[in-house]
């Protein structure tokens, strides 16, 4: 890639950005973007900004996110092997201060590499604010991930793989109820995902279950092989686990016997799901949920059994008021917001002390 002379660039290993989420690091020039809502963040001066990335496309159109000035918008990737030089803007008040954050939309349909940015070459690069103290992060799926967010329509008579251009990870309950509570954030969700394998929506009729994807970095065969996550690397106070809606497909077995083998069965492998997040983070605040996405009650019934079985102060289960009565795939940004100003109150009454450990 050839610059002109009027330009420069900000490679993505520049002391000045600021990342947020569960990104590869193993080339720092190249860092990879694999869950949703990961991003990078640049203030500066200039007229003009572009950015650098390839796509790795796994299926459906692919996009990204940006926020500049605040205000978000989205672009559409090619599904090229190249590299793509994308313009995010070319009229900026060239003296003002400005700040962008690039930011993965969807979950799983891709991953992106970022090289970093194209500015001006009397551009400014300027060391954003500290990263926030407090630190957040959720295991989930559809919900957490923002699928089919800006779906006007919300009915679930739609072919969801279609629909992808209205997932927006940046307006999930989980993104929401960070920016509430000024904390950093990681987001390890999977739309349609459960917690065992084989059960869910997630890549039917062979559907990987959260139990699997957990503790990887990399986990999707499509873009790559599967890379272990380094756990020491990003130590939250506060994990969300809203693992459970999903769980009755194919079959709804814990409505139909919760004292059935196979509900047992999901209920011990539930604990040891989160008994292995606490060996991970052995001082973090742990708050067990579904969310609204549709669901019978039995499996909230479960998730409340187990973790009275439990029996750690600092994990706790949580009910949305509207919990189970919304679409049955996706949710709207009115049931994103709905949870994010719940689950912010509901942390923000149990005081300072969750975040202090």
């Known amino acids: ?32 973007f694999i869950f949703p809502a990961s991003s990078v963040t640049m203030v500066f001066t200039g007229s003009k900004l572009k950015v650098l990335l390839k796509n790795r496309q796994s299926y459906c159109s692919t996009y990204i996110g940006y926020v500049l000035d605040g205000v978000e918008k989205k672009v559409i990737l090619s599904n090229s092997e190249e590299v ?43 060391m954003p604010r500290k990263k926030y103290r407090k630190c957040m992060e959720f295991y989930g799926e559809s919900a957490a991930c923002g699928k089919s967010l800006e779906y006007i329509d919300g009915s679930d008579a739609i072919d969801l793989e279609s629909t992808d251009e209205y997932s927006n990870a940046w307006n999930s309950y989980a993104m929401m109820t960070a920016r509430n509570l000024k904390t950093e954030i990681s987001i390890i969700a999977k739309e349609g995902i459960a917690l065992l394998d084989n059960t869910g ?38 994990v969300v686990i809203d693992i459970g809606q999903n769980d009755s497909i194919p079959e709804n077995y814990m409505k139909k016997d919760a004292n059935s083998y196979r509900s047992i069965n999901w209920k011990s492998q539930y604990k040891e799901f989160v008994l292995n997040i606490r060996r991970r983070y052995k001082n973090a605040f742990i708050v067990l949920t579904t969310t ?40 709207s940004r009115w049931c994103a917001e709905e949870m994010s100003l719940e689950l912010s109150l509901f942390l923000k009454e149990l005081g300072a002390e969750i975040w202090e450990k």
């Open 1 to 32: 890639m050839l610059l002109k002379e009027s330009q420069k660039i900000v490679n993505a290993d520049a002391r000045e950005l600021n990342y947020s989420g569960r990104i590869d690091f193993a080339n720092a020039l190249a860092p990879i």
């Open 84 to 126: 793509q030089e994308i313009t995010l803007t070319e009229d900026l008040n060239s003296v003002k201060q400005h700040e962008v954050t690039i930011f993965k939309r969807q979950d799983v349909s891709h991953e992106f590499i970022f090289y970093g940015f194209i500015v001006d070459k009397e551009s400014k690069i300027i």
């Open 201 to 238: 929506y997630s890549n039917m009729p062979q559907s990987i279950g959260m139990e699997s994807i957990y503790d990887k970095l990399h986990f999707n065969y499509d873009t790559g092989e599967i890379v272990n996550w380094n756990f020491n690397k990003y130590i939250p106070q506060v």
């Open 292 to 331: 609204i996405i549709k669901h019978d009650p039995s499996w909230d019934r479960a998730i409340g059994a187990v973790c009275d079985e439990i029996n750690d102060k600092n994990i706790v289960h949580f009910i949305y008021s509207c919990n189970g009565f919304g679409g049955g795939f996706s949710n």
